[in-house]
């Protein structure tokens, strides 16, 4: 069985500022997706960027990027330049093939002003 | 835009009684999925479908039922309510593809008394 680690319960990070979730996971599957999804206070959860195993170039959307270390079987998100709609909760996801997801306990975020 | 709703945001429910939470998607999606998140528990899954009348047990099915008769709904049943089933109620869909991304609904916070 899969399982999705989130070691940061609470963050927080000054407007403006780098912030970096961590992710571990642990499977023996070879080919997987790994996903971070923001969960606004009161608001609807939403995808924020994923990256398939098999590619070795990191993804990026815009200020959110990964660090994703295959065979260190970490997966972490990095906030650029953050602002203070990014207060929310962030879940790590990992995904083998079409089955199911496995999600991490989540990360509460909050950018002060 | 993907739209995933679910029927009501806020539910108060007593011990016993059977209920209903309803989730809809709009976008002809294969794979409907019930999640419930408690704190410091992330998101567990309870059942999901990949096909109309299909469902498979997700990792705590017990206590519920599900329901998929057509391919944009798909029903969270609790038999018999009980407190311990107090929660936040997710419901999410998604394409069959590999790589494609859940959407979620809004929510729904029910309360057992």
């Known amino acids: 069985a899969q399982t999705v680690t989130q070691s940061q319960p609470e963050m927080s990070v000054q407007e403006a500022e780098t912030v970096t979730l961590s992710c571990t996971y642990d499977?023996?599957?070879?080919?997987?997706?790994l996903f971070w999804y923001k969960q606004p206070p009161s608001r609807q959860m939403i995808l924020v960027i994923r990256?398939?195993?098999?590619?070795?170039q990191n993804a990026t959307e815009n200020r959110f990027s990964v660090n994703f270390q295959k065979a260190a079987k970490s997966f972490s998100l990095k906030i650029s330049d953050s602002q203070l709609g990014d207060t929310a909760m962030y879940f790590c996801?990992?995904?083998?093939?079409?089955?199911?997801?496995?999600f991490g306990d989540g990360t509460t975020l909050t950018v002060k002003p | 835009d993907v739209k995933v709703t679910q029927s009501s945001r806020y539910l108060v429910k007593r011990t016993g009684e059977k209920v209903f939470l309803e989730c809809v998607q709009d976008?002809?999606?294969?794979?409907m999925f019930w999640y419930r998140q408690d704190p410091g528990l992330g998101l567990r899954l309870i059942y999901f479908?990949?096909?109309?009348?299909?469902?498979e047990k997700g990792d705590i099915p017990e206590g519920y039922s599900v329901s998929r008769e057509k391919k944009e709904r798909f029903s969270l049943i609790l038999e018999s309510a009980s407190t311990n089933q107090t929660s936040m109620y997710l419901c999410?869909?998604?394409?069959?593809?590999?790589?494609?991304?859940?959407?979620f609904g809004p929510g729904t916070r029910l309360t057992v008394l």
């Open positions: 999410a869909s998604r394409r069959g593809g590999e790589t494609d991304t859940q959407y």
């Open positions: 499977t023996s599957e070879n080919n997987y997706y």
């Open positions: 990256q398939e195993a098999y590619k070795q």
């Open positions: 996801a990992f995904r083998a093939n079409a089955g199911k997801s496995t």
């Open positions: 976008m002809d999606h294969e794979n």
């Open positions: 479908s990949y096909d109309v009348k299909m469902k």
